[in-house]
DNA sequence: CGGTATCCGTGACGATACTG
DNA sequence: CAGTATCGTCACGGATACCG
């Protein structure tokens, strides 16, 4: 038992784990989730099901590359559903799941708060770069 | 005044900038602070005011050159001031401005997601993973 | 102490072409 | 339509050394 590191151990103990350790799971999941792509990806969603192309009309800053590996992501961390419709042609529908909904609150607050300080930020960068 | 872009035509009408498309700025703000140097950064800075060196030992996953890199981009948006005090040693302390602290509840949310839901995240992995 | 400067590998990312 | 595959680039980011 002995062999346990310290987030194993503060788990156990209730408390949760901490996301400043390189080592500890959430700090992985901390990097997965806190990325761009993954922010407008679950917004997006944030509407109900959406068609592959769809989602990709919507971001079209996002590269399809991108786009397919995002979602695939969040698929296998169960934030995403992923239902294909065989047909001619194909349709695939993605959706948040119950997970992916309780995320979405925060990475509407983090768009959202991105759109709203800009204004403020963009001063703060004018000062700063100001000349001598 | 027919030179404005479509985000300064929305911004003017009350309406948000739409971090969904490249070339409005609020995407690229949304790119720099949807990053998980910054997440750890402002989460750390939590508490107050934190001297440099308390900050590398307290984000021990982060290297100096991100440390000092991340540090710079949040005190040029305005997120976070810098004081230098003279001495030998020099002594640098960081700390939240007001801009900074209206972001906290978002990157602390972030980060309280990551820890909270880790094992409903690694549940759905395995599961992901799981061979036929 | 609190940086900056430099080197350099890895992998993120976009563009393109192809498939079921 | 919804991808996968492959390639090329370039910036992210770690390691190391040096400076005020």
New binding site residues.
């Given amino acids: 038992m002995s062999t346990r590191t310290a987030a194993q151990r503060r788990a156990e103990a209730g408390s949760a784990y901490d996301a400043y350790l390189a080592e500890c799971p959430a700090r992985q999941l901390l990097d997965r989730i806190a990325?761009?792509?993954v922010s407008l990806a679950v917004n997006a969603l944030a509407d109900g099901p959406q068609?592959?192309?769809?989602l990709?009309r919507r971001l079209a800053?996002?590269?399809?590359?991108?786009l397919?590996q995002t979602?695939?992501h969040l698929e296998r961390d169960g934030l995403v559903s992923?239902t294909?419709t065989p047909a001619v042609?194909?349709?695939?529908?993605?959706e948040l799941t119950a997970l992916g909904r309780s995320l979405l609150p925060v990475m509407c607050a983090i768009k959202g708060w991105a759109e709203e300080h800009m204004d403020e930020v963009h001063a703060a960068r004018t000062a700063y770069d100001a000349p001598s």
Same sequence: chains 1, 2.
């Avoid at 068609?51 to 769809?54: C, K, L, M, T």
Wanted: proline content about 4%; charged content about 35%; glycine content about 0%.
């Fill in positions: 990325d761009k792509w068609r592959y192309s769809d990709h800053s996002v590269s399809q590359k991108m397919t979602l695939r992923r294909v042609p194909v349709r695939v529908d993605y």
